[in-house]
Nanobody
Framework: QVQLVESGGGLVQAGGSLRLSCAPS????????MGWFRQAPGKERDIVAA????????YYADSVKGRFTISRDNAKGTVYLQMNSLKPEDTAVYYC?????????????????WGQGTQVTVSA
């Protein structure tokens, strides 16, 4: 069983930056595909970014391309989401997810493990 713990959320002004971290506790997730999702009030949980097991391949939702960067440090067992040029519409609860396959995973239902989420609020 992989338990994921997100950190780094908070309140930031528009144009600012935040870096989210996701670290598994218990079993390592170094060989797993990882992803970041977000869910705003009244909306579905949508993918933001995904990364394969080695970090050599990434995927971004169109809404965050050029502003967000997903990365991983398998030595530390941690996945990051660097968020720059934040906009009020980025406000949501951000979730980290892990899938037992190694490649890029874009579908929410394909992920096996989820964190509890961290709130990101961007003020205008």
């Amino acid at each position: 069983q992989v338990q994921l713990v997100e950190s780094g959320g908070g309140l930031v002004q528009a144009g600012g930056s935040l870096r989210l971290s996701c670290a598994p506790s218990g079993r390592t997730a170094n060989n797993y595909a990882m992803g970041w999702f977000r869910q705003a009030p009244g909306k579905e949980r949508d993918i933001v970014a995904a990364i394969n097991w080695s970090g050599s391949s990434t995927y971004y939702a169109d809404s965050v391309k050029g502003r967000f960067t997903i990365s991983r440090d398998n030595a530390k067992g941690t996945v990051y989401l660097q968020m720059n040029s934040l906009k009020p519409e980025d406000t949501a609860v951000y979730y980290c997810a892990a899938d037992r396959i190694a490649g890029i995973v874009r579908i929410r239902g394909d992920y096996d493990y989820w964190g509890q989420g961290t709130q990101v609020t961007v003020s205008a």
